[in-house]
């Protein structure tokens, strides 16, 4: 059974239809990227995923869940379900471990104790383990984002969703915050990542999509559809991209 299985959506706003019968079905294990120029509907792709924008038509389904069926349990499908952003999000006035263990204190009722092993436990698997009892304003931009990373980690999602995690970072962040991302694909984490980084689409991608004007526009195994395009509008953004 796919992680994520999404059927001919339909997301408008207004009369604006941003996703356009979209299609993606992602395995476990997967690491799907989502390229695309800016306001083609990659983000809001991301965001159905989790619930937090209803479409119109079609279905979602994560782990067989039906994520527009009323039924739905919100809190449980944000559990399976981890996003992060490009903007971090900690809470500024809440150490790294408070900020890690906030959710999963009163989501999962974890006790205290239990939860500074968890944050301790995912603050490794980031390289930050020696920043627990660190405040977000003593750490660069990329240790932030990691941080928001072990975050999420720190809920055992089914599937990771990363929107332009890197984008806010100077060069050599980015580097470390792929870093950490090529681990927790190394992991086994099911993930879907938009990224402008081709080169870590190229070398760690299953999967690539290309969203073009609200729909996938192409799509197929990572390293071969970067290095073959098959369609004008993915040839050329690459080609923008990269140079
Ligand atoms: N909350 C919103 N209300 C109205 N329009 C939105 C909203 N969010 C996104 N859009 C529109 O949806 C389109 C796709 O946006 P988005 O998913 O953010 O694209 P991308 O992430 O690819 O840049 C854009 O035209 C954007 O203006
Ligand atoms: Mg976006």
Do not use: W, Y
């Not at 782990?63 to 900690?90: K, T, W």
């Not at 999963?104 to 980031?126: F, Y």
């Amino acid at each position: 059974m796919p992680v994520v299985e999404i059927n001919n959506i339909v997301k408008r706003f207004g009369s604006n239809t941003v996703l356009d019968d979209v299609s993606l079905s992602v395995d476990r294990g997967e690491v799907i990227t989502v390229l695309g120029r800016s306001g083609s509907g990659k983000s809001t792709m991301l965001r159905c995923i989790n619930g937090l924008e209803p479409i119109q038509g079609g279905s979602i389904r994560v782990d067989g869940v039906e994520v527009n069926d009323p039924a739905c349990d919100l809190r449980v499908l944000r559990q399976n379900v981890g996003i992060v952003f490009q903007s971090f999000n900690l809470f500024p006035h809440l150490s790294v471990c408070d900020n890690i263990t906030l959710a999963p204190r009163i989501v999962q009722r974890q006790a205290r104790e239990h939860s500074r092993d968890l944050a301790r436990g995912v603050l490794r698997q980031v390289g930050l383990e020696d920043k627990l009892d660190a405040f977000p304003n003593s750490l660069s931009g990329g240790q932030k984002q990691r941080v928001a990373i072990a975050r999420s980690l720190a809920m055992h999602p089914k599937v990771m969703l990363f929107d332009e995690v890197t984008s806010a970072l100077d060069p050599e962040l980015t580097g470390e915050v792929l870093k950490v991302l090529e681990g927790v694909a190394a992991a086994g984490m099911t993930m879907i990542l938009v990224t402008h980084e081709i080169g870590f689409a190229r070398r760690f991608g299953s999967r690539v999509v290309f969203m073009h004007h609200g729909k996938v526009h192409e799509i197929g195994p990572a390293a071969e559809t970067l290095a073959n395009p098959q369609t004008a509008e993915f040839a050329a953004f690459l080609s923008a991209v990269l140079h």
